[in-house]
């Protein structure tokens, strides 16, 4: 499967951003276990949320909770990451990627990753 993130760009503080994870290839994205991961600069890949293939099930990191929320459209081969309340932390490359395995809350249970998208969060 090919993953394709976008939405992301710049935003102020407090505002909002909705990411979203379009899939291609012979296999459908309902078929996988989908995540967003994010990476500041000059820090490790950090795991955000995680939605299982049904849609039913979601993980978040604590530092998230609340204000952001995973979801999936099936039909449409897509997961989305909505994200409210943005502070400058948030502020980073955001990956999507697809796992065979729930849960996942990990990028060693993840075997592929799309390009990432640019979100960054002005004060």
């Known amino acids: 499967v090919q993953l394709q993130a976008s939405g992301g760009g710049s935003v102020r503080a407090g505002g909002s951003l909705r990411l979203s994870c379009a899939s291609s290839g012979r296999r459908q994205l309902s078929s996988y276990v989908v995540g967003w991961f994010r990476q500041a600069p000059g820090k490790a890949r950090e795991f955000v949320a995680a939605v299982n293939r049904r849609g039913d099930s979601t993980d978040y990191v604590d530092s998230v909770k609340d204000r952001f929320t995973i979801s999936r459209d099936n039909a449409k081969n897509t997961v989305y990451l909505q994200m409210l309340t943005l502070s400058s932390e948030d502020t980073g490359v955001y990956y999507c990627?697809?796992?065979?395995?729930?849960?996942?809350?990990?990028?060693?249970?993840?075997?592929?990753w799309g390009q990432g998208t640019q979100v960054t969060v002005s004060s």
């Open positions: 990627a697809a796992a065979l395995s729930w849960p996942a809350g990990q990028a060693v249970f993840y075997g592929y």
